[in-house]
């Protein structure tokens, strides 16, 4: 699985972006597809992931209630929206993906990665 992520930016706190990540590959649909994303200085760390099917997602604690993760199977494309942005969420945004998540917020359970997207918020 070959990931491309796109749509970050520079934007205010308070505003929305919302990120893609397209796949390739006719497996898509089987895989669970997540966001990780590292401030400079800091590991990465896990945002938010979403099952195969679309039915099951989870989120770190940080975003709930402001990010939202879905996906287009027909697409082959996962999405983040992004609301309510803060300064803290400035990162670069990762798009993973995996057939067997062993444990959700360990980076070593992605086995595929994209190249990143930087999401900037200014105060």
């Known amino acids: 699985v070959q990931l491309q992520a796109s749509g970050g930016g520079l934007v205010q706190a308070g505003d929305s972006l919302r990120l893609s990540c397209a796949a390739s590959?006719?497996?898509?649909?089987?895989?669970?597809m997540g966001w990780f994303r590292q401030a400079p200085g800091q590991e990465r760390k896990f945002v938010a992931v979403?099952?195969?099917?679309?039915?099951?997602?989870y989120f770190t604690d940080s975003v709930k209630g402001r990010f939202t993760i879905s996906r287009d199977n027909a697409k082959n494309t996962v999405y983040l929206q992004m609301n309510s942005l803060k300064p803290e969420d400035t990162a670069t945004y990762y798009c993973?993906?995996?057939?067997?998540?062993?444990?959700?917020?360990?980076?070593?359970?992605?086995?595929?990665w994209g190249q990143g997207t930087q999401v900037t918020v200014s105060s």
């Open positions: 979403i099952n195969w099917s679309g039915g099951g997602t």
């Open positions: 993973v993906a995996s057939s067997n998540i062993k444990v959700l917020h360990d980076p070593r359970s992605y086995p595929y």
């Open positions: 590959g006719r497996t898509f649909s089987s895989y669970s």
